[in-house]
């Protein structure tokens, strides 16, 4: 009799066991499809997580515009643009007031985003599925409007990049050739009360955010109120800096335009390259 209520015992915890097993199983198996049915829609869309969600561009090599039409207002304002840039290649971007040449130029960067078609970094980055901020260390857009920021000359430039003491010395010096530039003038005083004109606050910012690691350099009418002599020291800093950059500047200045080995023209609701150094350019 003790043996048979022995294995009874053993025979019915056997059982519970088998129970608890068979049990822990299914809900393992309810729990995979459960995470699988979670992990798909991620895989699925990989690819553009993958664009959007820690990616890093270090540098701009190409730039492919294909079938784009650039929207103001819901309104087509640029249609039909198939333009490729290069790296190492300047361009002059020309246009009468109002065609559309900042628009254009802001939509390249993403600063203006209502277009169709697609712009394609490296052959491989579509700027509708990147965020600006992957590229945004190697790129630079100065306008008009573009401002210093509250602190120092020297935390101005330190906040843009450039951080050698040395250098930045010498290019404010180039800036102010007759201040004394002493630790109060460049690490004390707050930029905005710095007495300065409007070429030399254009070649300030010019100085500040333009450095080595840039790769594609936009100048939206920046180099207003600079004197020929200027420009050419710039375009001259500029090409020994970053001489592999792609350089677009919008300009309504024909001497810029005639330095420039290439001109993309902005008109009659488009935008042509009708000047290249590198590719023949068939016109109408």
Not at 11 to 33: E, H, P
């Amino acid at each position: 009799m003790a043996v048979l209520i022995a294995l009874l015992v053993l025979n019915g915890r056997l059982s519970a066991a088998l129970t608890s097993v068979v049990s822990k199983g299914f809900q393992m198996l309810v729990s995979l499809f459960h995470l699988r049915k979670s992990i798909d829609p991620l895989l699925e869309s990989i690819s553009e997580n993958c664009y959007t969600r820690g990616l890093k561009i270090n540098a701009v090599n190409t730039i492919d515009i294909k079938n784009m039409t650039v929207n103001v207002s819901e309104q087509p304002l640029l249609s039909d643009i198939n333009i490729s840039l290069r790296r190492g290649e300047s361009y002059a971007v020309i246009g009468g007031i109002g065609v559309g040449k900042s628009t254009l130029l802001k939509t390249l960067v993403t600063l203006h985003d209502d277009y169709r078609g697609s712009i394609i970094y490296n052959s491989l980055y579509d700027a509708k599925t990147i965020d600006r901020h992957a590229f945004s260390d190697c790129v630079v857009y100065l306008d008009m409007n573009s401002t210093f920021i509250k602190g120092s000359v020297f935390h101005n430039f330190y906040i843009r990049g450039v951080r050698h003491k040395e250098r930045i010395i010498q290019l404010v010096r180039s800036v102010f050739s007759s201040v004394n530039i002493d630790y109060e003038f460049l690490f004390k005083t707050d930029i905005s009360q710095i007495p300065m004109s409007s070429g030399q606050r254009r070649k300030l910012m010019l100085y500040m955010t333009i450095n080595e690691y840039k790769s594609l350099i936009i100048l939206d009418e920046a180099l207003i109120n600079l004197s020929p002599e200027e420009i050419m020291a710039i375009r001259k800093y500029i090409a020994k800096l970053s001489p592999q950059a792609i350089l677009l500047i919008a300009t309504h200045d024909r001497m810029i335009s005639n330095m420039m080995p290439n001109v993309i023209k902005v008109d009659n609701n488009t935008a042509k390259l009708i000047r290249s150094s590198t590719v023949k350019v068939i016109t109408n």
